[in-house]
């Protein structure tokens, strides 16, 4: 694209894990970035110094109205929200409050603003138990958790509202992210973090004991659970690339998935932590989990198909590397180094 066509993007949750890496890529693409972020999650420091940020909530529409005509903002990136499926089901209402009405509120400051283009952060957990695996975008949504629902409700509005306004959207379906800024700009930094990558790094640097595998009697090759992991800064360039394209076709909107399409065992991710660390990391055999399915791998043909992305960093020692490094950056900053 021209850059002297590229607008002002606001990024909702941009202080947060996968939001403040799209904000490194889009200012790595030369675009202008505001970001909104109530720092319920997110940092401070996470944002660059490059971007424009304010503190605040998406549902704040004075505030998000400000910023759009201040700044004139073409697009927007959302990803602000909650996203602990156990917490989702034991505290439904947080979930459509953060995920569902802020989301609409957000939705109608875009369209009051004439902002055109909208990006949304999406979630794997809208197919539920899925029918197939590779999971393609056309397969029945049906999810089993006030998460999942809470991500599609969105969903839906983004598409109703598109059909009944000049504003088009994505919706980027997530599967399970890790790792973090090759560069060592910005990483997980959530503290009671759930994502097993995480998890197993942080007991690599000595945060946890061990490490939970819940549940070995799937029906998969080693009988524990296998998911897709995607590379964080693999997907915020997926982000940068969607934008692109909606710009470039403003009448067409998007649902993809965003996986490698390959996918990966409890066991086998646990074996790769072992590699990079050249320790054992402690594994503690537990019972399976409500509602977590066999396997969640995505089929990406259609991203592949639709978007000049590519996958650079699909390798999953290379995730893992990236994400103990930014673990060992968390524990000097927790030491004082």
């Known amino acids: 694209m021209n850059d002297s066509r590229k607008p002002a993007i606001l990024v909702t949750g941009g202080a947060g894990y996968i939001g403040s890496h799209a904000v490194l890529a889009l200012l790595d693409a030369g675009w202008r970035v505001v970001v909104i972020d109530n720092l319920t999650t997110g940092f401070r420091w996470a944002v660059p110094e490059a971007a424009t940020f304010a503190e605040g909530d998406i549902a704040d529409q004075a505030l998000v109205a400000r910023l759009i005509a201040e700044h004139g903002i073409g697009a927007i990136i959302h990803f602000a929200g909650s996203i602990v499926v156990p917490e989702s089901v034991e505290n439904p209402l947080k979930y459509y409050e953060n995920n569902t009405v802020k989301s609409r509120s957000l939705i109608e400051s875009a369209v009051k603003g004439g902002v055109r283009h909208f990006i949304f952060s999406s979630t794997a957990a809208t197919y539920g138990i899925p029918e197939q695996v590779p999971i393609t975008e056309t397969i029945r949504t049906q999810p089993i958790n ?31 992210v890790a790792g973090a800024d090759p560069q060592g700009r910005s990483g997980q930094s959530t503290a009671g973090a759930t994502h097993l990558i ?140």
């Open 198 to 337: 995480k998890v197993a790094v942080e007991a690599a640097v000595g945060k946890r004991s061990h490490v939970s595998v819940y549940g070995t009697d799937y029906d998969t090759p080693d009988g524990t659970g296998v998911r897709d992991y995607i590379h964080v800064s693999d997907l915020a360039r997926a982000h940068v690339d969607a934008l692109g394209k909606l710009i470039d076709k403003p009448e067409e909107s998007y649902v993809m998935n965003c996986g490698y399409g390959r996918g990966f065992s409890v066991l086998e991710v646990l074996d790769a932590v072992d590699r990079v660390t050249n320790m054992k990391i402690e594994r503690k055999l537990e019972a399976r989990r409500a509602g977590d399915p066999d396997a969640l791998v995505a089929d990406n043909g259609k991203i592949l198909a639709t978007l000049p992305w590519r996958p650079q960093l699909d390798d999953l020692d290379t995730i893992v590397a990236h994400a103990l490094a930014w673990e060992r950056v968390l524990a000097e900053r927790a030491a004082g180094r």
């Open 146 to 176: 006030p998460y999942g629902w809470s991500k599609l409700m969105t969903e839906r509005m983004l598409a109703d509202t598109a059909f009944a306004h000049p504003l088009n959207y994505c919706a980027l379906r997530y599967f399970n």
